[in-house]
Structures are given as C-alpha cells and as structure tokens.
C-alpha cells in the first residue's frame, strides 16, 4: 500500500510537470521569452528526476529473493542521498546566478504573457508539493519528502524570479539576488539534510528513541511478557526492521513461547505499520 501510494503520487506529477513543460515551451515562443523556453528545459529534467524516483519505487518495492533476504528497501535510501546532492547542486547554481546578478544588478525584463504563466506556474508547483508531501507523511518515505521539496524548490526559484522582476521594476534591481541568495541557503540545507537521512539508513542508523520506547511499552504489556531485554532497530528505505529480545517464564513449552512470540510481532507490526519485518527471540526467566 505504502509504495503504491508513492508511486501514484509520482505517476500524477510527471503528468503536472509535462503540462508544465508544455506551458512554458508554447508561452515562451510566444512571448518570444528565451527564459521560459529555458524553463520548459528544467521542467524536462524534472519529469527525469519523477521518472527516476518512480523507478527506485518500484525497484524498492520488490519482494526478498535469494540474494536480497531483507528486500530492496535500501534502493530508496540510496536514491534520498541522490537526491540531497541533486538539491545542493541546485543551491549552487542558484548562487552562482544570484552573485551574477548582484553584480550586473539589471534582471531581465520577461513580457507580461512570460509573467503571467510564471505565476501560474508557482501556484501549480505549490500544488504539487503539497500533494506529495502529504503523501510523504502518510507513507514516511523520505525519498517522497525530498521529492516533494524538489517541487517547492522550483516554486521558490519561480517565486525569486517573479520578486526580483518586480523589484527591477520597482526601482530595485538588487533584490532578485538578494531573494535568490536566500532562497540557495534554504535550497543546500534541505539538501545536506536528505544526504544525512539517507546516509543514516545505509549505515543502520537507529530510529528516533523515542519511537523505540513506544514500542517497548507496546511489548511490556503483551500478556505473558516479563521483560524487554533488547530491541535492535534499522531502516531500510521507508521500512523499519525490528530484532527484539523478550524475557518470559522459564517453564513455558516452545510451542507456548512461539505463541507469544507471534502474539508480540502482530501487536508491534499492527501498532506501527511502517515496521516491515520483525525478529523475535525468546529468553527465558527464572522464577
């Protein structure tokens, strides 16, 4: 369910952005815009990079084989790092355009056709994020996060162009670099940011602590669990997988131990549905 979501999310927004590329191509030969026809490009490469995270989806997706006991979850962590470095190389060349037209400090003017149709294209953009971002939530996968900010880059690249044609118009031709100076420090973060998470989950960087302690508490209440003695835990893309160690009365028969065992998995893979595999290992305790 969780990757057919992510792959319905990305199908339906390389049909926004081939809608957007048309837009800007067939307004930027009207308007005679070589701006906006650089922005059909851009949008070209965006319906690459969807296609590209529509492939890892469906490669992540794949069930265990022989040679993959674990699956392919680990695809998507590795593609949320490619990711991350396509966004901080996104913030450089928007730096490196923004100190160029600081120092010229004369923005090029678009026709008002070019204008209109980079506004509309904000508020589409805009939309996009917000689709795929509540997706993101819904799902926990941080390549769709990082997607679904790929999306409000463009937006907030749009938005500076947009401010700094007004600024120029305005009497203040510097503030389309200031704008994008901004917007290229935001852009690197989040960038550095997907790289960390994804880097995280290829070394089996633990969940947050606080999510451990939740299910401990979930284990410890499980009828015939006297403790919890170790709970290893790992990502693997949008997937957690679960080692728990459990202490119960010593003189239980197996088949009364694996019981429990099956009764704790159930209770942890329905309370937490992004846990994607869990180990159980029974110890016993004396008295």
Not at 125 to 139: D, N, P
Not at 196 to 215: F, K, Q
Request: charged share 15%; glycine share 10%.
């Amino acid at each position: 369910m969780t990757k057919s979501l992510a792959q319905r999310v990305v199908s339906w927004t390389i049909l926004g952005n081939v809608l957007l590329a048309l837009i800007k191509i067939v307004a930027g030969i009207s308007a005679d815009s070589a701006a906006l026809v650089a922005e059909a490009v851009h949008s070209t490469g965006d319906i690459i990079v969807s296609l590209a995270v529509l492939l890892t989806f469906r490669l992540a997706g794949k069930a265990a084989d022989e040679r993959h006991h674990f699956g392919h979850g680990k695809i998507e962590s590795f593609c949320t790092c490619l990711m991350g470095l396509l966004l901080v190389y996104i913030g450089y060349e928007l730096t490196i355009s923004a100190l160029a037209s600081l120092k010229s400090g004369s923005p090029e003017m678009p026709g008002i056709v070019a204008l209109y149709v980079t506004i509309a294209c904000i508020f589409i953009k805009e939309g996009m994020y917000r689709y795929t971002i509540s997706a993101a939530c819904k799902t926990g996968s941080q390549l769709l996060y990082a997607d679904a900010w790929h999306h409000r880059v463009d937006m907030l690249i749009l938005a500076g162009v947009s401010v700094g044609v007004a600024g120029a118009r305005l009497g203040y031709p510097a503030l389309e670099g200031i704008v994008a100076l901004a917007i290229s420090v935001l852009i690197i973060r989040l960038g550095i940011g997907f790289c960390r998470h994804g880097l995280g989950d290829l070394i089996d960087t633990a969940p947050d602590e606080t999510e451990i302690d939740r299910m401990r508490t979930l284990i410890i209440a499980q009828e015939g669990v006297q403790s919890v003695d170790c709970i290893r835990a790992r990502q693997a893309g949008s997937a957690i997988l679960l080692e728990i160690h459990i202490g119960v009365h010593a003189e239980l028969c197996v088949s009364e131990g694996h019981d429990l065992a099956k009764a704790v998995k159930r209770a942890v893979m329905t309370t937490f549905p992004e846990v994607g595999h869990v180990l159980i290992h029974v110890n016993p305790v004396k008295g």
